[in-house]
Every structure is written in structure tokens, then in C-alpha cells.
């Protein structure tokens, strides 16, 4: 069955290695919330290019929907 995985972590360096992990496990893809730090629409998607490059770009990926942020 496909799973996706939340990989949402404190830094980008966590969020690249538990990617990999689950990923070589047979992840069908994994989903990343945003920080709660972040308030501006500008930060957020700053935060999602990041984590892209942090994850790599042929990782398939979802937002998780976090209304706290």
C-alpha cells in the first residue's frame, strides 16, 4: 500500500536524512509541515523552496496543512 510519510523536522539536515530513510523503505512520498514560526505567506514559501532543495526534487512531497502556522 502507498504511504506518505511526515518528515517535518527541526532542521533541513533531520528532514534530508529521515527523507532518505523512509524513502529507501518504499515511501510513496513524504509530507512536510511548516514551522510555526513562520507568519508571512513570503516565509512560507521560502520554507517549502528550502526544504525542496534540502529533500532533493524528485522526492514527491505534500504540504501538510498545519492552521497553527
Same mark, same amino acid.
Given at each position: 500500500?502507498?504511504? !506518505? /510519510? @511526515? !518528515?517535518?523536522?527541526? @532542521?533541513?539536515?533531520?528532514? +534530508?536524512? $529521515? &527523507? +532518505? #530513510? /523512509?524513502?529507501? $523503505?518504499?515511501?510513496? @512520498?513524504?509530507?512536510? #509541515?511548516?514551522?510555526? &514560526?513562520? +507568519? &508571512? =505567506? =513570503?516565509?512560507? !514559501?521560502? %520554507? %517549502?523552496?528550502?526544504? !525542496?532543495?534540502?529533500? @532533493? =526534487? =524528485?522526492?514527491?512531497?505534500? $504540504?501538510?496543512? %498545519?492552521? $497553527? &502556522?
Amino acid at each position: 500500500m502507498p504511504s !506518505v /510519510v @511526515g !518528515v517535518s523536522a527541526p @532542521g533541513f539536515a533531520s528532514m +534530508r536524512a $529521515l &527523507t +532518505r #530513510a /523512509v524513502m529507501d $523503505l518504499g515511501a510513496a @512520498g513524504v509530507m512536510i #509541515a511548516p514551522p510555526n &514560526t513562520l +507568519r &508571512t =505567506d =513570503d516565509q512560507i !514559501v521560502t %520554507y %517549502y523552496h528550502q526544504a !525542496v532543495e534540502a529533500i @532533493g =526534487d =524528485d522526492v514527491p512531497f505534500v $504540504l501538510q496543512d %498545519y492552521p $497553527l &502556522t
